[in-house]
């Protein structure tokens, strides 16, 4: 059974599940809606049932009452007559108790002396008892019936009353509700009255049959909210509706039902009792002014529906049990073939693209995917041979791409610091193809103190662009060896291009030609984006005028630009593929982010600048991949105000020799005291590591350079000894206490926070470490 049923590992189990997920769904809508629309039913028949059986109680209570009103107010003529003898009226409340079993007693009360003879109190009572009517003198000192409800209120009212349910102490001696009718002379002055009693055994009973459900029950309630019948007999005439409200965890519900029961309105509502959804129904008995009301507990009403639901849940049940087998059994049988598909498939996967397939002899979907397997094994054949011959090829295209790659970063300047031995000059570089190889290019060098840069943007991507670069990159070589303005420069680049150019691809590019010793600088643009100038406290964007890529037209007039370079300015130069950088939505970089990006970097060095840059466009773009070559290089010019060169020897001696220069130093280039004691600190810690570990007790020399430029210091040291990067070094956790850290590098960290930049080069043999710290002069 376990197998038959296993769902992962079979087809034809999965499709059954399926068949029975969907049959159960529908099975389960269906029986929803069916028992939705049954459930509204009966509660629609159950509240008109429960109306029609109030309704017709209600009816028969007032055809009582309104017979007995009747009845009593037709006798009480003869009563007023006048001529009815004292002794006569025995006879004739003992004739009406006699004659109408609805009533339960019967009195004639007159007003006092009404009767001389009779003295103060008469009032003939006939009442029953048992089997048998008894007739008695109501009226004495122990039974005042003038002070009575029965008396009293249809006298101050002047008008016919029905008392509410009492007990009749001194009378009939049971519980009772009396109606009243006034009794007149022949002047229309009240005598007396004349009264009639119903039993509430009678009410009792006829409320107590209103059971419409086995466990439904019914009372009424007097015109207070007294209850006059209830199953708990306890409660008749010593509790109200409003009173057992009060028990209920929320009582504002009975209340308000009570309420509208005594106000004489009709209607149903849903209440709990005991813990139990019961519907409640209400009605009036009008000709009294009491309410009758029904409580049905909701279980028996739908006790019928209920039963019925789960008879259908159990047969739908068993059912699908069947569908589930039957579906099993029949997609077992249907779906075996696949099981010989499945075992070919792998022999197939493995390379055996000649196993034999099973025979299928029927004309279905089983023999089209047969010959359909058929068919891919043959197909097969052939695309594994040609994919052979692909692959081969396409391994040797990637081989031959990853040479031109190499071949494309090797003519371009990648070593930084290039000119490590300079200090007026802060340069550096990145290029990143799109593809294998890209279009971007720059380059760079120096003659004498003049410094020769390019940087390019050929259109298009990938080998075409690629070789274009390689020649512009060649032509700006050869070109600028002898001619000394970059328009004339640009100009030959540019013929040299448009001849023979069929394919039309041209270059956007930006030349300069910086005086390192004066800070002047002459450039000439071809359509290239406008670099950014960092001076001072100011980013913008460099004034040029555009002119036209290179490689459109043939001596086109290119023009020369000069401009002066302040001290310490930047000369930010990009390709589009920067600006036009694009995120997972499309959107571009953009000018403003790449100025606001740069704000506040004047006194970074350029690796930085180029550093912060990218991190902040890799973080623009996301996982979006990079859509054109992206190129930056950037030019720091220094022609320094300030500079010193110190050789000192592997001794601590030296450190004083060191903190005298650096006083000197300091007081020069106008440090303020508060920033000399910190970064003479740094350089102490750096030193002394020089000293003590560098050459390994060794003796040995190493240079120190101090300069400033630009309201920059920079501290260079360079030594022969062991190579060691402390920009590398990984900084200590200084929230832990002192002996739970590792021992050594808070020197390291020291110099790392309280300098600006720490770089680190190895060349020569030479341990190289640049330190850089931007200063407010007084």
């Known amino acids: 059974m376990k197998k038959f049923f296993k769902i ?24 929803s809606v069916s028992f939705y629309f049954s459930y509204k039913t ?3 028949s159950a509240m008109k049932n429960a109306e029609v059986t109030m309704a017709k109680t209600t009816l028969e209570m007032e055809r009582l009452l309104s017979g007995i009103s009747k009845m009593v107010d037709n006798i009480k003529l003869v009563v007023e007559d006048g001529n009815l003898p004292a002794d006569t009226v025995y006879l004739l409340v003992r004739q009406i108790v006699a004659n109408n079993t609805d009533i339960a007693g019967c009195a004639v009360a007159f007003e006092p002396y009404y009767f001389k003879d009779k003295g103060y109190y008469f009032s003939p009572f006939a009442y029953r008892q048992g089997d048998s009517v008894v007739v008695k ?20 009212l002047d008008k016919n009353f029905w008392t509410e349910p009492y007990y009749d102490e001194g009378g009939g001696e049971s519980i009772v509700s009396t109606y009243s009718t006034i009794l007149r002379n022949k002047n229309g002055e009240f005598i007396g009255v004349l009264t009639a009693d119903i039993s509430l055994d009678w009410l009792s009973t006829t409320v107590q049959n209103l059971k419409p459900y086995p466990n439904s029950y019914s009372f009424a309630i007097g015109c207070g909210g007294t209850f006059i019948v209830h199953p708990d007999k306890d409660k008749i005439l010593n509790e109200s509706i409003f009173s057992i409200a009060l028990e209920d965890e929320d009582p504002t519900v009975m209340q308000s039902l009570g309420q509208k029961m005594v106000d004489g309105e009709s209607g149903e509502a849903k209440i709990v009792r005991d813990d139990k959804l019961c519907y409640f129904f209400y009605a009036p008995i009008e000709q009294i002014g009491w309410s009758l009301a029904m409580v049905c507990p909701k279980d028996d009403i739908f006790a019928d529906l209920s039963k019925m639901s789960q008879v259908v849940f159990n047969v739908a049940l068993f059912g699908l049990l069947l569908i589930l087998v039957f579906c099993r059994l029949t997609m077992q049988k249907v779906a075996s073939p696949l099981k010989s598909f499945a075992a070919s498939a792998k022999k197939v996967a493995h390379g055996d693209f000649n196993v034999a397939l099973p025979e299928i002899s029927s004309k279905d979907e089983m023999k089209e995917l047969r010959d359909s397997f058929g068919y891919m ?7 594994m041979a040609s994919l052979e011959s692909t692959a081969s090829a396409k391994e040797k295209i990637e081989s031959e791409l990853r040479i031109a790659h190499n071949i494309q970063q090797g003519m371009i300047p990648k070593t930084f610091p290039a000119f490590p031995t300079r200090t007026d000059l802060d340069i550096y570089a990145s290029l990143d193809p799109a593809k294998e190889v890209g279009g971007d290019l720059y380059d760079f060098y120096i003659e004498g103190d003049l410094l020769y840069f390019i940087i390019g943007d050929v259109s298009g991507k990938g080998v075409p662009a690629s070789l274009l670069m390689a020649v512009t990159r060649s032509l700006f070589r050869s070109n600028s060896a002898y001619l000394k303005k970059p ?36 450039y000439c643009n071809a359509g290239h984006n406008h670099p950014v100038l960092l001076s001072d406290d100011t980013v913008s964007f460099f004034p040029m005028k555009p002119n036209i890529p290179i490689g459109l037209f043939h001596d086109f007039p290119y023009e020369d630009e000069v401009t002066q370079l302040a001290n310490g300015a930047v000369l930010f130069c990009y390709t589009d593929g920067l600006t036009e950088a694009e995120s997972e939505t499309k959107e571009l970089y953009g000018d403003d982010r790449l100025l606001a990006i740069m704000q506040g970097k004047q006194r970074y060095s350029s690796k930085r600048q180029v550093q912060v840059v990218l991190a902040d466009v890799a973080k623009h773009v996301g996982k979006a991949d990079q859509s054109d070559d992206l190129t930056i290089l950037t030019i720091t010019s220094k022609f320094s105000n300030y500079s010193e060169v110190l050789t000192l020897k592997n ?3 030296e450190v004083e020799t060191l903190k005298l220069a650096m006083d000197s130093f300091f007081e020069k280039v ?25 050459y390994a007790g060794k003796p040995g020399t190493f240079e120190v350079e101090l300069s400033e430029c630009a309201s920059v210091l920079t501290f260079v040291i360079t030594d022969s000894g062991i190579p060691f990067n402390p920009a590398e070094k990984e900084d200590p956790d200084i929230t832990l206490a002192a002996e739970d850290r590792q021992i050594g590098g808070l020197g390291v960290f020291l110099v790392k926070q309280l300098m600006d930049d720490v770089e680190y080069n190895r060349r020569n043999n030479q341990n190289i470490l640049t330190l850089r710290k931007a200063i407010n002069k007084k």
């Open 8 to 31: 992962r590992e079979s087809f034809a189990a999965r499709t059954s599940m399926y068949i029975i997920i969907v049959v159960g769904i529908v099975f389960i809508a269906t029986l």
């Open 42 to 44: 009966v509660e629609s």
């Open 137 to 156: 003198q109501l009226g004495n000192p122990d039974h005042d019936y003038f002070t009575m409800e029965w008396y009293q209120i249809p006298k101050l």
């Open 377 to 383: 094994q043959k197909e097969l054949v052939h695309y």
């Open 487 to 522: 328009a004339d420069i640009v100009s030959s680049i540019s013929n040299a291009i448009t001849e023979g150019n069929d394919s039309n691809m041209f270059v956007t590019l930006f030349l300069g030609i910086l005086n390192l010793k004066t800070g002047e600088l002459r």
């Open 651 to 653: 001794e601590m001696s």
């Open 670 to 694: 106008n440090v303020p005291p508060e920033m000399a004691m910190p970064l003479q600190l740094s350089m102490e810690e750096v030193i002394v590591n020089v000293i003590m570990y560098a």
